[in-house]
């Protein structure tokens, strides 16, 4: 059965401080992974998309990385500042290209 | 323009009461999408339009009827829902094709309440 898994499933980090989410999933065949931002009540916003060939990829101060082989993937966040507070959610995609979804981390950055 | 809008932010409507959900984009993606989204769940797929065309139905009941006018728009007409169906109701747009990266991009959303 085609599964994304997260964890942790809350974390509580001071402003400032680093942190790493991880995804791991079960998903075949695989297309790409990507990981969303989502704060409460609004829509998801895409942070990154990689596919089998990439391992990392950044978009400022978050960077995604991608172990194809053992089906993980984790999302750091460096110098979290307080809008970073939100849930984040890894997607799984196979090659019908059906999003399969993470159930999320929620994120709190406290002053 | 690569935003997605969704009207109303808001809706609170009765049992027997008919209203619609509205989604545009201006992005020419050829693929849209509704989602329905429970508290603290990820987003479950409800419909997909690819080219105008109903694509995909997720076993959605038949309160729910979506409709696609045009490749900008997206509406969602709700009739006799049921307490059960208040949500995050979200819109998605991407291009159509197989490519590995067509990527979704969500609007705001409309939070409905039925009462």
């Known amino acids: 059965k085609n599964q994304v898994e997260q964890s942790p499933q809350s974390l509580i980090i001071l402003e400032g401080k680093n942190c790493t989410l991880q995804?791991?999933?079960?998903?075949?065949?695989?297309?790409?992974l990507r990981w969303y931002k989502q704060d409460t009540g609004r829509g998801p916003v895409s942070l990154t998309i990689?596919?089998?060939s990439e391992n990392t990829k950044s978009n400022g101060r978050y960077t995604a990385t991608l172990d194809a082989d053992t089906k993980q993937s984790s999302l750091h966040i460096t110098a979290s500042q307080l809008s970073d507070s939100a849930s984040y959610i890894c997607?799984?995609?196979?090659?019908?290209?059906?999003?399969?979804w993470g159930a999320g981390t929620k994120l709190i950055i406290k002053p | 323009d690569t935003e997605v809008t969704q009207t109303p932010k808001h809706l609170v409507m009765g049992m027997t009461n008919k209203k619609s959900l509205k989604c545009e984009q201006h992005m020419g993606h050829r693929a849209m999408y509704w989602y329905k989204q429970k508290a603290k769940k990820p987003p479950e797929l409800m419909f997909v339009y690819s080219y105008e065309k109903l694509s995909i139905n997720e076993s959605v009941p038949s309160r729910f009827s979506p409709e696609c006018p045009n490749s900008s728009l997206l509406n969602l007409h709700l009739h006799a829902l049921q307490p059960e169906d208040s949500a995050l109701y979200l819109c998605?747009?991407?291009?159509?094709?197989?490519?590995?990266?067509?990527?979704?991009?969500f609007g705001p959303g409309t939070r409905l309440t039925v009462l």
């Open positions: 990689m596919t089998f």
């Open positions: 997607v799984v995609s196979d090659s019908n290209y059906q999003l399969i």
């Open positions: 995804c791991n999933y079960t998903v075949s065949p695989f297309s790409n």
């Open positions: 998605a747009s991407s291009q159509p094709s197989l490519a590995a990266y067509n990527e979704q991009f």
